[in-house]
């Protein structure tokens, strides 16, 4: 949101010094919170009873300064697109995942196709307790062979992959799309995206079919008028199909400038890209890095040509990277982690679950090569530090957190690796763990492996 | 340019400084001077591309990742022959990371210079003198070795809040630039830029370093910091419009993606997914405006150097 907290604030009863001010009757004990709260896109003002025509209007012009929203694919498990409201994830979050798409082309030898094809449906792999699957697949029909794209999606149904994965259907051939989703109504609603159409090409798909439409144009001004004409028809389930632009990072950065910060409701679609048009196409690393690239900037379907796990993977990782909501701590489940292979010897470290803490330790506790237990207490997401002020990080707590995680019964001694900055927890900590031995590590996660080669030592003589 | 997207340019207040590495002897690399964010070439000029440095230790040790140790492995004996073959893969700098250093001993500093600068004379690139980061060694290495490559112009740190009152001196007094280290804060950033200068370093011959994690472990707190520290900059602060540098290749490989010998149906192949893994690390934060990057594998470099070859 563009409009500032005082702006929103001048505008309540608080700032117009009226009789309701600070009435409470929001839940926010003052006008100024609650008016920061809804800058925030944290609260809405249907909250406030008192609020003026003027300032729900503001909201609402400010409100429809987003792009559009588009669900497409499987009917039991659809995804979301487009939907953004900022430029920059620090300005509010990034709201709905880019969709990373693996295209397979009509040219290819069905062997490989349908290959690449079982390979990305059975392909999942979990991080930071996020299960991670291919959302999508794109069927491109590039060599004009109707039987050979029919006989494709006849194939997916047969395997029931329309019920999984969420299709972009792309060829030159209107017919073919129409059949194509008569054969999925069942299942899913496709992305269709007819090569080399005219207008009135596109208003007939979207009549016959209902689906959304990707839609191209030969210039970012004629793709605007397209838009508005189709509007005007009624078709507005629209993604625009942005090929071989040579500025392309500029290109997209303008166009979600354009919806943000000067409402061109004509490019408020969501956008797809191919990551191939930028690199050449042997070169799968190199397509990886457009990919990571077109996330990066704004593209909300990113269409790839090979699929690798050792690419997928760390695309797939960025995309988790870029997506997590900068405004919730990011933090990670309170429980005992076991690095590298531990015994009952392992050392024993604790800390807690502000998730960039747990990941600088876990990094550096995997650098030493020193298998050790990592014990996460719940602080809600603050750090040590933080957490220690706040009184969510305390001898009592870490005290249960040890009864509770039953490391007792992994390891045979009763050792303890405090933080460095909470070094004041010693004694507290050995009186509510008896017998325990509470050993204090540096300041700064970086000097851990060097700690740890030496712990042993430090352990025996303390 | 389109009628519909030109209303939508922003025009900066100011550039980033310009930091020049380097010297006439050698090869000058101009870092900065750009008016615009990433790649939007309609909001001002962007004269420099993204600058890649290619990290070679000072001592190849134990913990040095068998992945980069097969890569270099015909060069890992000689730092000379080392920099060469980075440069010729597409490494416009040099950057000798004090590496495998445990005491503090003047003859390695000795050594270091030397090799720091049989390296400049092989190969005419600028050089980069990078830290241990253990604050102790840093604080006795760094000023040392500046003054033994005094006037070549050098790019020396990371120095931070807790060590720059004993690099920073001798790093000016020796005509070098300097990398400021930050954890991840725009505030801390501008305030460690200010303490610099009141040494009485020029605000052109400092680089940021926001102290960035590796894909995956914390890259999006980093990713999200530059951008605000450019945005901030474009916005007329004077305290902030310096260049900045990540160590994408650092971060990469002390992560387990890249250093656990894993290959199965989920992760990958190990080497193709180490690779992707740096490349992916450092090409995120050349989007965020980044504008020098510290890599590692050769194929890493190779790869990025093509993309922002490519990349208008």
């Known amino acids: 949101m563009t409009i500032s907290g005082l702006a929103l604030f001048k505008l309540l009863p608080g700032g117009k010094k009226a009789p309701e001010t600070n009435c409470k009757e929001c839940g926010f004990p003052t006008c100024m919170a609650f008016a920061m709260k809804l800058a925030k896109g944290q609260t809405t003002i249907d909250k406030c009873v008192h609020a003026s025509n003027e300032v729900k209007e503001l909201l609402e012009s400010e409100g429809g300064k987003k792009q559009e929203e588009l669900t497409f694919g499987p009917i039991s498990n659809p995804i979301k697109i487009g939907g953004e409201t900022v430029l920059y994830r620090h300005d509010k979050t990034f709201i709905n995942q880019t969709c990373i798409s693996v295209q397979v082309k009509t040219s290819q030898s069905l062997e490989i196709t349908n290959r690449t094809i079982e390979k990305l449906t059975r392909y999942n792999v979990e991080r930071i307790g996020v299960s991670m699957s291919m959302d999508s697949l794109t069927i491109f029909n590039d060599n004009k062979d109707n039987n050979l794209f029919i006989n494709i999606v006849n194939d997916l149904i047969a395997r029931d992959i329309d019920k999984k994965l969420a299709l972009i259907l792309i060829s030159e051939d209107k017919n073919e799309l129409i059949e194509a989703n008569n054969l999925l109504s069942a299942s899913q609603k496709p992305l269709l995206y007819l090569k080399n159409a005219s207008k009135e090409d596109y208003i007939e798909l979207h009549n016959e079919t209902n689906c959304p439409i990707a839609i191209e144009s030969n210039n970012i001004d004629n793709l605007v008028k397209l838009t508005e004409e189709l509007e005007k028809s009624n078709v507005s389930n629209i993604v625009l199909a942005i090929n071989n632009d040579k500025n392309i990072i500029e290109t997209l950065t303008l166009i979600r400038r354009s919806i943000i910060n000067h409402n061109v409701k004509a490019l408020r679609f969501p956008i797809m890209t191919f990551a191939s048009d930028y690199c050449s196409s042997i070169n799968a690393t190199q397509e990886a890095i457009w990919a990571g690239t077109l996330i990066s900037k704004y593209s909300n379907i990113v269409i790839v040509n090979h699929f690798d796990p050792a690419l997928i993977y760390p695309l797939f990782t960025l995309r988790q990277n870029l997506f997590t909501d900068p405004q919730k701590p990011l933090q990670i489940e309170p429980k005992l982690y076991p690095i590298g292979d531990t015994d009952k010897d392992s050392p024993l470290i604790v800390t807690t679950n502000f998730a960039l803490t747990y990941f600088s330790v876990a990094s550096e506790v995997e650098a030493s090569n020193v298998p050790c237990y990592l014990l996460i207490t719940n602080s809600d997401g603050m750090s040590v530090l933080t957490a220690w002020a706040a009184n969510k990080f305390s001898g009592e707590i870490i005290a249960k957190a040890i009864k509770e995680s039953k490391i007792e019964e992994l390891i045979s001694h009763k050792n303890l690796i405090l933080p460095g900055y909470v070094s004041m927890l010693k004694e507290e900590i050995e009186e509510e763990l008896p017998g325990w031995k509470v050993h204090v590590a540096p300041l700064e996660a970086v000097e851990i492996p060097e700690y740890l080669k030496k712990y042993n030592l430090v352990k025996n003589t303390n | ?312």
Request: hydrophobic fraction near 40%.
């Open chain 2, 1 to 312: 340019m389109s009628q519909v997207l030109s209303p939508s340019k922003i025009t900066a207040k100011q550039a980033i400084k310009r930091v020049t590495i380097g010297t006439k002897e050698t090869k000058e690399i101009i870092l900065g001077m750009q008016s615009a964010m990433p790649f939007v070439n309609i909001d001002g000029n962007i004269p420099n591309k993204t600058k890649i440095a290619a990290e070679i230790p000072y001592k190849v040790t134990s913990k040095y990742p068998h992945l980069l140790v097969k890569a270099w492995s015909d060069v890992l004996e000689d730092h000379c022959k080392w920099a060469l073959n980075a440069k010729n893969i597409g490494a416009d700098l040099i950057a000798l990371r004090l590496e495998g250093i445990n005491e503090t001993d003047i003859t390695i500093a000795q050594s270091v210079i030397e090799t720091a600068k049989n390296i400049i004379n092989t190969t005419k690139l600028p050089i980069c003198i990078l830290g241990q980061n253990n604050r102790e060694l840093d604080k006795y290495y760094l000023p040392l070795i500046a003054a033994g490559l005094k006037d070549h112009n050098c790019l020396i740190g990371p120095v931070e809040e807790e060590t720059y009152k004993d690099i920073v001196p001798s790093l000016k007094d020796n005509n070098h630039c300097v990398i400021a280290r930050t954890p991840i804060d725009i505030n801390l950033a501008k305030q460690l830029n200010i303490l610099i200068t009141e040494l009485g370093i020029k605000p052109d011959r400092i680089v940021m370093d926001p102290n960035m994690g590796g894909l995956g472990y914390g890259l999006d707190y980093a990713y999200s910091v530059v951008e605000r520290i450019r945005i901030a900059a474009f916005d007329g602060d004077t305290m902030l419009n310096m260049p900045i540098t990540v160590f994408s290749g650092e971060e990469a490989w002390r992560t387990k993606e890249t250093k656990a010998d894993i290959s199965d149906d989920k992760w990958g192949d190990h080497t193709t997914r180490a690779i992707t893994w740096e490349t992916l690390t450092t090409s995120s934060m050349i989007m965020t405006g980044a504008d020098l990057v510290v890599m590692k594998h050769p194929e890493s470099i190779k790869q990025i150097s093509n993309f922002i070859k490519g990349i208008n």
